[in-house]
């Protein structure tokens, strides 16, 4: 499916208890490999960076449901700065897009001090109009997210059965690779986030392996939870 030339896809969430985790786990697992990505059994880290206006748009688009809102981050696996992205995540209703470039440590650097001029010149629209939001919008950093996710893939429909785990916040700094870096538990440990991506449908085979019984849909955001958390321990 398309929506202003952006190719969408179905984003369903679920928060799982520790039982309804390893039923459903053992149950994918035992079908789907895991993403190439993974370093073991328990996946990867995913750490994020996130950005937000002085309105805080992205925060309450979210809260309040707003149909079309997006969310700008920097993210980066298992701590490493060999990979980073810039990412943009739109959301229309109950359908997502994802846009992405990477971004070289020293841009990150730089960013982090308010200044981002080596963005000036990239040709990509969406580093082009990170550049805007940082310069012209009063974009800033608002809260680090980090996680551990366990993901599984099935190639028809290009479906991702993901198991987000010990969801945490940055409390002390913006910078995710500062040693000195402080995280705090943002979602009780026994609770675990499965998400399934898939694109026009998700096969019927699939669907029963990942569906839970005893959890409804959730309408999940990490970056609000996490948020919620910053907040209460940086100065604003």
Do not use: W
């Not at 805080?56 to 700065?81: P, Q, T, W």
């Not at 694109?199 to 948020?227: D, G, M, T």
């Amino acid at each position: 499916m398309e929506f202003m030339g952006k190719k969408l896809r179905h984003e369903q969430k679920y928060y799982l208890h520790p039982h309804e985790y390893l039923a459903i786990r053992q149950r994918v697992s035992a079908m789907l490999p895991m993403d190439s990505h993974s370093l073991g059994p328990n996946g990867y880290g995913i750490r994020s960076l996130y950005f937000d206006n002085p309105h805080d748009s992205a925060l309450f688009d979210k809260v309040d449901g707003i149909f079309g809102r997006h969310k700008y981050r920097i993210r980066v696996y298992n701590g490493e700065d060999r990979v980073i992205k810039l990412e943009r995540k739109n959301k229309y209703g109950e359908y997502v897009n994802k846009e992405s470039a990477s971004l070289t440590r020293e841009a990150y650097d730089r960013i982090l001090l308010g200044d981002a001029s080596l963005l000036q010149d990239r040709p990509e629209k969406l580093v082009q109009d990170f550049y805007r939001a940082i310069c012209h919008h009063g974009y800033r950093p608002t809260a680090i997210v980090d996680y551990e996710r366990e993901a599984y893939v099935y190639e028809t429909g290009d479906v991702r059965i993901t198991f987000d785990k010990k969801l945490a916040s940055g409390i002390n700094t913006y910078d995710m690779f500062d040693p000195a870096l402080t995280m705090l538990e943002a979602l009780e440990s026994t609770r675990t986030i499965l998400e399934v991506k898939f694109n026009e449908f998700l096969p019927e085979p699939i669907r029963l392996l990942a569906q839970p019984h005893n959890s409804i849909r959730s309408a999940i955001s990490k970056y609000v939870i996490c948020r919620e958390v910053a907040k209460r321990h940086f100065k604003r």
